[in-house]
């Protein structure tokens, strides 16, 4: 029996490399989904059943009841590093092998995102656009920038894209890097060249702050209205992390208030969201949609890495990058 495999939410598997569409094609019936992205664990069940190996993009979340009331899966492979959006204890409990992309395939393409919403941000380069396109060049002494040279940037998360961007912003910009990460050792966060601090010195020290931390219960919505009170007034906050790390509601008095002066985020609580977004009303605000790991390079790779997922999971072989393993003695897949 070909198996059934659904590509559900993902707006760049195979669009761009149409190649590993036909590789997977190959290997079983293949039908994109679009759901809800806050859709209820029953319904997208019921909207996925009968499909065996599911490819999926960072919404909808598979949580508990999605697996209680799911048919038979035997793979969730997603196409990105984050899990976050899935339940693995859960997965685990129903025999579901869940892989993701092995993270230094999307590093680079993410920290050089980094870099570019910053300096975007710093030298005021949409406002600046905007004058030439609308015939205001004469306004250009208007748009005064910041240099990024000598600052002091605060890494929340030194880990595989944190790290990557820290070493940018040291022997690049030569900026002073602290950095925030109780699961990296201080010895290794002092070989790259920052500085380990605890997070209320990163926070009341930064000049400018940039998030790289896992989603987890724990740090769900850690910059609050009391870690906003404790930065430098003026400080420039990037996210391209998850949105949910930030309490939209103290950005927002933050940015009101002039604690925040500018804030640069690929990622958005909530995501998508509309035009009718409170935070978009800000004009010191630059929101781009969750394209990170959107290079031709790095969407290469991570077709690759789905697709073999599929093909060592149908050929009995235990894929790369299980994020699950206790799944592997009663993995649904091997039992087939």
């Not at 693995?88 to 995102?113: C, F, K, Q, Y």
């Not at 595989?160 to 912003?169: A, D």
Request: hydrophobic share 45%; charged share 25%.
């Amino acid at each position: 029996m070909r198996p059934r495999i659904a590509i559900v939410n993902s707006s760049s598997f195979g669009r761009h490399f149409p190649d590993h569409l036909e590789r997977l094609t190959a290997l079983g019936e293949v039908q994109r989904l679009d759901v809800p992205a806050q859709i209820d664990g029953r319904a997208l069940a019921e909207a996925l059943c009968g499909f065996q190996i599911l490819i999926v993009s960072v919404t909808p979340r598979f949580g508990p009841e999605f697996f209680a009331y799911k048919d038979e899966t035997w793979l969730i492979a997603r196409h990105g590093i984050g899990v976050d959006n899935i339940h693995l204890p859960s997965a685990t409990a129903h025999g579901v092998l869940v892989t993701r992309v092995i993270p230094w395939m999307e590093r680079d393409a993410v920290a050089e995102l980094t870099i570019t919403l910053l300096l975007t941000l710093l030298r005021r380069i949409p406002e600046a656009a905007a004058a030439v396109r609308e015939g205001r060049w004469a306004e250009r002494a208007a748009f005064v920038g910041w240099e990024l040279r000598g600052r002091t940037v605060g890494l929340i998360g030194f880990g595989n894209i944190g790290s990557r961007v820290g070493e940018i912003l040291i022997h690049g910009f030569h900026a002073r890097v602290l950095a925030f990460d109780p699961g990296v050792p201080s010895e290794a966060i002092r070989e790259a060249g920052a500085e380990p601090v605890d997070l209320e010195t990163l926070l009341r020290e930064a000049d400018i702050i940039s998030l790289h931390a896992t989603l987890t219960e724990e740090n769900f919505h850690m910059l609050s209205h009391e870690a906003f009170g404790k930065m430098k007034p003026g400080v420039i906050l990037v996210n391209t992390a998850r949105g949910e790390l930030i309490d939209e509601a103290a950005l927002m008095a933050a940015l009101e208030s002039g604690r925040v002066a500018g804030a640069a985020l690929d990622v958005v609580e909530g995501e998508p969201i509309g035009p009718d977004h409170p935070l978009l009303r800000f004009p010191n605000v630059l929101i781009v949609p969750h394209i990170a790991a959107y290079t031709h390079e790095t969407l290469r790779r991570m077709g690759e890495k789905v697709i073999s997922d599929v093909e060592r999971v149908l050929r009995g072989e235990i894929p790369e990058e299980v994020v699950n393993p206790e799944v592997l003695p009663r993995a649904r897949a091997f039992r087939k």
